[in-house]
């Protein structure tokens, strides 16, 4: 029993990652579509929703399952309980990059403003953590996370810029008005979503080691 | 453990003949609290439980070295009265064992053989015993009927009454559901719980969601060591020993 129960449990895992990586390339997938003023692409990301939404659901179901019918104890229960954590926050990224992705439509039709400011490369950031969080999940590896603060801090330093140079271009120029608050609100959806890897980060240490830590 | 300590080992082993039984088990039990002892088959978790009130004492070429103690008093030392060291570490055992006699005879056997005579004492004891079993509802009305025509639940509940009748401070519970359907389990579980306030528990069991569910305090044991002893929660949601983390999840045992 306990080997049929190992096995659900490494699969679920790996089901669990691919599910992050899906929402991670939707998310990816609108910002390109965003920086490349693509509305096709962006209609793609949008059109992902309703798999990413079933692929939450039956992940959840498989945990509840296991917790029912196989009481996990001890690093087991904490798997699960962090691959519970692991689907909402894939949730919530994958459902970013829809938010962002919808946005395309109503900023394409004129050039960017200042590059899109520092856009692309927060996404870039956020985006690594994203990976790291959730390659650390896979590989029961806290060394990834290690640095995940410092990361974060330099994600809100990132927006609270865009935040100021963007209000700057509104200033200089009324017409920049949409655009800028668009910039505005996609910096803090990517620090969202960097928000959402810390989570998990938090979650993977305490399914390796059992202790609570705040990334802040 | 911050909770004062009923019962105490150190540096405790137990051979039966060649087989070292326990080794070198030092652990501490807080008093009103429920104490699981978990293990596989054989590592010494029911040998520790009958060393409580020297129960090993009654099989042949037992040897003992360490010190136990009960209520700050070594229980092996030279004069320690052992039916007054049974009557206040009682035993719960894993198959019901009622006399066969009445259920009221059952409760009073206790008392009597400790000199209570008088027949309205014995009514009172008899009632308080299964009351605080659990069990006062379910038979009141036929105290006169055998303990036998009882269900093994009843039964149990009754064994634990008769434990509580001659007043003691501790109860050892040697798989106590391990005969019994989940319903009965259930009840007994709920009476754990309410003893705790008057009496410290020790139970054995080879069920860990039972241990979890019921103790405060968890050890795990194996082939004779105590690996690992500490508060429930800790033991099941994270472990320090990794022996302990591997039988918990099931990867041995």
New interface residues.
């Given amino acids: 029993?306990?080997e049929k129960?190992?096995t659900e449990l490494k699969n679920l895992k790996k089901d669990t990652v691919a599910m992050a990586h899906f929402a991670r390339d939707m998310l990816r997938t609108a910002v390109d579509a965003l920086i490349r003023q693509d509305k096709d692409l962006a209609v793609s990301v949008v059109a992902k929703k309703d798999a990413l939404r079933d692929m939450e659901v039956k992940l959840e179901d498989r945990c509840y399952q296991l917790i029912a019918l196989d009481?996990?104890?001890?690093?087991?229960?904490?798997i699960i309980v962090c691959t519970l954590k692991v689907v909402s926050a894939s949730m919530r990224i994958g459902r970013y990059g829809k938010v962002i992705a919808n946005i395309v439509k109503d900023i394409s039709d004129k050039p960017h403003i200042s590059h899109m400011m520092s856009i692309p490369h927060m996404a870039d950031l956020a985006m690594e953590m994203i990976d790291d969080s959730v390659k650390a999940y896979e590989m029961d590896s806290i060394a990834l996370i290690s640095d995940f603060s410092a990361r974060d801090d330099t994600i809100d330093a990132l927006r609270h810029s865009i935040f100021r140079e963007g209000i700057t271009h509104m200033m200089e120029d009324p017409k920049t008005i949409s655009r800028c608050t668009h910039y505005i609100m996609v910096a803090r959806y990517l620090e969202r979503c960097a928000d959402h890897a810390c989570k998990i980060a938090e979650n993977v240490h305490y399914m390796n080691?059992?202790?609570r830590i705040e990334i802040h | 453990m911050s909770e004062s300590t009923i019962i105490s080992t150190q540096n405790l082993n137990l051979w039966y003949n060649e087989k070292h039984a326990l080794q070198s088990v030092s652990m501490r039990i807080p008093q009103n609290k429920v104490t699981a002892l978990i293990g596989p088959s054989g590592c010494g978790k029911s040998t520790l439980l009958r060393c409580f009130n020297r129960l090993n004492d009654l099989i042949d070429h037992v040897k003992i070295t360490g010190e136990i103690t009960f209520d700050n008093e070594n229980i092996h030392a030279p004069g320690t009265d052992v039916v007054y060291l049974r009557k206040k570490v009682g035993m719960v055992f894993q198959k019901p064992n009622p006399f066969p006699k009445s259920i009221y005879e059952n409760i009073a056997y206790g008392p009597r053989v400790h000199g209570v005579r008088d027949k309205g004492e014995l009514d009172r004891i008899v009632e308080q015993s299964l009351r605080h079993a659990a069990i006062w509802d379910e038979v009141k009305d036929r105290l006169n009927d055998s303990a036998l025509g009882l269900s093994g639940g009843q039964q149990q509940r009754l064994c634990i009454a008769r434990t509580l009748a001659v007043e003691p401070e501790v109860i050892l519970m040697d798989e106590p559901c391990s005969a019994l359907d989940p319903i009965a389990t259930a009840k007994i579980e709920n009476l754990i719980e309410m003893l705790k306030e008057e009496y410290t528990v020790i139970i054995v069991t080879h069920n860990?969601?039972q241990a979890?569910r019921v103790s405060d305090y968890t050890g795990f044991m194996y082939l004779g060591k105590l690996i690992e002893c500490g508060r429930t929660s800790d033991i099941?949601?994270?472990?320090k020993e990794e022996l302990?983390?591997n039988y918990?999840?099931?990867?041995f045992g």
Avoid: L, N, S, V
């Fill in positions: 029993m306990a129960f190992h009481q996990p104890m001890a690093k087991d229960m904490r080691t059992g202790e | 860990m969601q979890a099941f949601e994270h472990p302990t983390e918990i999840t099931g990867r």
